[in-house]
């Protein structure tokens, strides 16, 4: 789990052109990492990339942290 924690983390710091220590479970997307509506699309497509997912619309209306990220991903990539 925390292998894919930190995968996601060097992927969000990078698009997000933040330092990693900067990527914390509660830190809002939008509010405090200052994404917006195109980034986060982008970053979803990375991820779902990155870790062979596939998120619903719903599901990704509902991620608002960095940790809400870390549980869907591991949703995923624990069957």
């Known amino acids: 789990m925390a292998r894919i924690q930190d995968k996601a983390r060097a992927l969000i710091a990078s698009k997000m052109k933040l330092d990693e220590s ?5 830190k809002h997307l939008f509010n405090d990492l200052g994404a917006d509506s195109l980034d986060f699309v982008e970053l979803s497509m990375l991820l779902e990339r990155e870790f062979n997912v596939k998120f619903s619309e719903e599901e990704t ?7 809400d990220l870390y549980h869907l991903i591991e949703k995923y990539t624990k069957k």
Do not use: L
């Open 22 to 26: 900067e990527v914390t479970p509660e």
């Open 61 to 67: 209306a509902n991620v608002k942290t960095v940790g």
